[in-house]
């Protein structure tokens, strides 16, 4: 029995990947949720799903194409992202390549440090490829995103 659990769990873990609604914080993986993790790192204001967050930045918070330390990298809703995703940038390593915190992309967990490379046609950050841990490399999912929200102050 717990084998078969096991292996449901990891297939939806590898159909769906992370719940990042902003409200409950009590998403189907628990309370690990992307959202309330970036706003708690930092201080940026904005509730609900992280996909709202870059309309909901408008007139609040500067938004921008071009990664800097501390931004929030907002991904637009999926289907596999149906709630969208938010990472807080902790190093910008050039122009096409940052590297992330960020809550549940591995469900469940907070990854430290993980790449985040820009595919764009436009180098605009718009399409995005993440570091997927489990297999120790770049996912191949391209992931489209809105850009980075720049933190006051």
Known sequence: MKRVLARSAAGLALVSLAACAGGSGQGWHGAVQCAPYARQVTHVQLRGDAASWWGQAQ?????????????????????????????????????????????????????????????????????????????????KTVYPAYGFILPRG
């Open 59 to 139: 007139g609040h918070y500067p938004r921008t194409h071009v990664p800097r330390a501390g931004a929030v990298l907002v991904f637009r809703s999926t289907g596999r992202l149906p709630d969208g995703h938010v990472s807080v940038v902790r190093q910008v390593r050039g122009p096409r390549e940052v590297l992330v915190d960020q809550a549940n992309w591995v469900p469940g967990r907070v990854g430290h440090g993980e790449p985040v490379v820009d595919v764009s046609g436009r180098n605009d950050w718009s399409q995005v490829k993440v570091w997927w841990s489990p297999i120790h490399g770049m996912g």
